[in-house]
């Protein structure tokens, strides 16, 4: 097998670039195993890739560490390394390579592995989340939270014992579930954990996925984006803008109090981290400005409504795979739609 040409690209450079700020408080928050759980979807991916790239005489993209990156920051911090590399696999060849490489898919990579791990591993990575480490030096300390049932000091320190504290929730799943509301500064900033109460069960508020938990980093590394014309304003734009109006709509208007208020909904939840990092891909997203309004507006929308109605707490995933589904025909229908208003003009004079 020949040696592999990587292709540099600036862009997924300042994707990079902005991914590593999201990293380092990753594992602030969840401990070293953050770094392993991204470098084993960095080595995975570059594989698949290379035999892929190898068979074609093409060249190792960029977009490739992306994609591991993006998809090893959005899982539980505890998840088995073995789902990391199956689901880093099925990214880069499912996602990306069966189409013809990169620029030729239409879907998200990352979004695809992400999506494969939680509908067959649905037990292994719904059960992973785990409260943060606090305080200095904070999980540069640790490798990790092991699980819940050893963490005898944790538990004590919070004034329940082991058999009270018999299952965690995610702010999401805690409002839903419980009607437990996260304070926002503590969502903003990602300091998520404790107990709480519910009919007298005792409940650990855990955290989600290491790269959506700092909601204020994720803003500070999407300015940088958008500062250097890395990601699409529309695009970011467009995501808040569709989850802020349906979420008034259905709260506000429609009096359906079941959806959370507005700073809730944009700050828990893999909302900002899709809406900086995956919606604003520019492969998978249209490009025709208009068709990238209504595309962010519409995945915006849809994670906001699969949060109210679906299973899951979640949908973000889902949301941006629908999405990306409707890109390419939104680009040829409003093409179509100019030809024929220009057509239209061209009669009436």
Same mark, same amino acid.
């Given at each position: 097998?020949?040696?592999?040409?990587?292709?540099?690209?600036?862009?997924?450079?300042?994707?990079?670039?902005?991914?590593?700020?999201?990293?380092?408080?990753?594992?602030?928050?969840?401990?070293?195993?953050?770094?392993?759980?991204?470098?084993?979807?960095?080595?995975?991916?570059?594989?698949?890739?290379?035999?892929?790239?190898?068979?074609?005489?093409?060249?190792?993209?960029?977009?490739?560490?992306?994609?591991?990156?993006?998809?090893?920051?959005?899982?539980?911090?505890?998840?088995?390394?073995?789902?990391?590399?199956?689901?880093?696999?099925?990214?880069? &060849? $499912?996602?990306?390579?069966?189409? =013809?490489?990169?620029?030729? /898919?239409?879907?998200?990579?990352? +979004?695809? @592995?992400?999506?494969?791990?939680?509908?067959?591993?649905?037990?292994?990575?719904?059960?992973?989340?785990?409260?943060?480490?606090?305080?200095?030096?904070?999980?540069?300390?640790?490798?990790?939270?092991?699980?819940?049932?050893?963490?005898?000091?944790?538990?004590?320190?919070?004034?329940?014992?082991?058999?009270?504290?018999?299952?965690?929730?995610?702010?999401?799943?805690?409002?839903?579930?419980?009607?437990?509301?996260?304070?926002?500064?503590?969502?903003?900033?990602?300091?998520?954990?404790?107990?709480?109460?519910?009919?007298?069960?005792?409940?650990?508020?855990?955290?989600?996925?290491?790269?959506?938990?700092?909601?204020?980093?994720?803003?500070?590394?999407?300015?940088?984006?958008?500062?250097?014309?890395?990601?699409?304003?529309? &695009? $970011?734009?467009?995501?808040?803008? =569709?989850?802020?109006?349906? /979420?008034?709509?259905?709260?506000? +208007?429609? @009096?359906?109090?079941?959806?959370?208020?507005?700073?809730?909904?944009?700050?828990?939840?893999?909302?900002?981290?899709?809406?900086?990092?995956?919606?604003?891909?520019?492969?998978?997203?249209?490009?025709?400005?208009?068709?990238?309004?209504?595309?962010?507006?519409?995945?915006?929308?849809?994670?906001?409504?699969?949060?109210?109605?679906?299973?899951?707490?979640?949908?973000?995933?889902?949301?941006?795979?629908?999405?990306?589904?409707?890109?390419?025909?939104?680009?040829?229908?409003?093409?179509?739609?100019?030809?024929?208003?220009?057509?239209?003009?061209?009669?009436?004079?």
């Amino acid at each position: 097998m020949k040696k592999p040409v990587i292709q540099k690209q600036l862009i997924m450079v300042r994707m990079l670039y902005a991914l590593t700020p999201i990293l380092l408080v990753g594992t602030y928050f969840f401990g070293w195993r953050i770094l392993m759980l991204v470098a084993v979807s960095f080595v995975f991916a570059f594989i698949t890739e290379w035999i892929m790239v190898s068979r074609r005489n093409g060249k190792i993209t960029y977009a490739c560490f992306v994609t591991a990156s993006l998809y090893g920051l959005s899982l539980p911090p505890t998840t088995p390394f073995w789902i990391a590399a199956v689901g880093a696999i099925i990214a880069i &060849l $499912f996602g990306k390579e069966v189409f =013809g490489g990169f620029g030729k /898919n239409i879907f998200n990579p990352a +979004i695809v @592995g992400r999506a494969f791990v939680y509908v067959c591993f649905p037990i292994e990575i719904t059960s992973q989340f785990v409260p943060v480490f606090r305080g200095f030096p904070g999980g540069f300390a640790h490798w990790s939270f092991v699980g819940l049932h050893k963490l005898p000091s944790y538990f004590q320190a919070q004034g329940v014992t082991l058999l009270d504290a018999v299952s965690g929730a995610t702010p999401m799943w805690a409002r839903r579930e419980y009607g437990f509301v996260t304070d926002l500064v503590n969502l903003a900033f990602g300091n998520i954990g404790g107990v709480f109460i519910h009919k007298g069960n005792s409940y650990v508020l855990t955290a989600g996925s290491a790269g959506e938990v700092c909601s204020i980093m994720i803003l500070l590394s999407c300015c940088y984006l958008l500062y250097t014309k890395t990601a699409q304003y529309r &695009l $970011f734009l467009g995501t808040i803008i =569709g989850a802020v109006v349906l /979420n008034v709509i259905l709260r506000h +208007i429609l @009096g359906l109090n079941e959806v959370p208020p507005v700073g809730f909904t944009l700050f828990s939840g893999a909302l900002l981290y899709a809406a900086v990092f995956m919606v604003t891909d520019p492969v998978s997203a249209p490009n025709n400005k208009t068709a990238q309004w209504i595309y962010a507006i519409f995945i915006g929308m849809m994670i906001v409504l699969f949060r109210y109605k679906a299973v899951f707490s979640g949908g973000v995933a889902f949301s941006i795979l629908l999405g990306n589904m409707l890109a390419p025909s939104l680009d040829l229908w409003i093409k179509r739609y100019k030809v024929y208003k220009k057509q239209k003009q061209g009669s009436a004079s």
